[in-house]
T-cell receptor
């Protein structure tokens, strides 16, 4: 069984540029999470999807961050424009169903904003 | 507010030493508790979890953790560590479908 797939693995951009991250969850997992992990800290939830519906986006900085999960499968997280403080690892995870079981994580995207 | 505290950011042990990593949480309701591990260059993976029942739970690779409700703790233990246990360990608590994570403990095992 394939795990959670994320791309790209690494991204370096200049501030004010846009950037997008892509995630393909484990087949059949209807719950998808985007986390941000800063250096020396644990992951922080940005947004949680149940199928295509964003059911918890309270910690997503909506002025510059957006996310979508079309058809309830793949998801994209976008930052526009990026700021220096956005440098972090962006993790995608999936679980089934309704988050009551363990979450399976992808390898993450390491974003560096210069 | 919910929070998770991991006592040590860095731990260095020799092979065959015993391990205990502390985790305390702050949450008033029913909790589910997790330990995740991230080996160098790999993604986060589940080590063990507690939902209910026996407060002593066993996970993969000889790890175990004990849930002590009165102390709001969920400490991770292993009686004899190996060099391959070098990794970062995260404690997490779930309430209301959201996982709240500790800052992690970097464990280095000297061969």
């Amino acid at each position: 069984e394939a795990g959670v797939v994320q791309s790209p693995r690494y991204k370096i951009i200049e501030k004010k540029q846009p950037v997008a991250f892509w995630c393909n969850p484990i087949s059949g997992h209807n719950t998808l999470y985007w986390y941000r992990q800063n250096l020396g800290q644990g992951p922080e939830l940005l947004i949680r999807y149940e199928n295509e519906e964003a059911v918890d986006d309270s910690q997503l900085p909506k002025d510059r961050f957006s996310a979508e999960r079309l058809k309830g499968v793949d998801s994209t997280l976008k930052i526009q424009p990026a700021e220096l403080g956005d440098s972090a690892v962006y993790l995608c995870a999936s679980s089934s169903p309704r988050g009551v079981d363990e979450q399976f994580f992808g390898p993450g995207t390491r974003l560096t904003v210069l | 507010a919910q929070s998770v505290s991991q006592h040590n950011h860095h731990v260095i042990l020799s092979e065959a030493a015993s391990l205990e990593l502390g985790c305390n949480y702050s949450y008033g309701g029913t909790v589910n508790l997790f330990w995740y591990v991230q080996y160098p260059g790999q993604h986060l993976q589940l080590l063990l979890k507690y939902f209910s029942g026996d407060p002593l739970v066993k996970g993969i690779k000889g790890f175990e953790a004990e849930f002590i409700k009165s102390k709001f703790s969920f400490n991770l233990r292993k009686p004899s560590v190996q060099w391959s246990d070098t990794a970062e360990y995260f404690c997490a608590v779930r309430g209301n479908y959201q996982l709240i994570w500790g800052a992690g403990t970097k464990l280095i095992i000297k061969p």
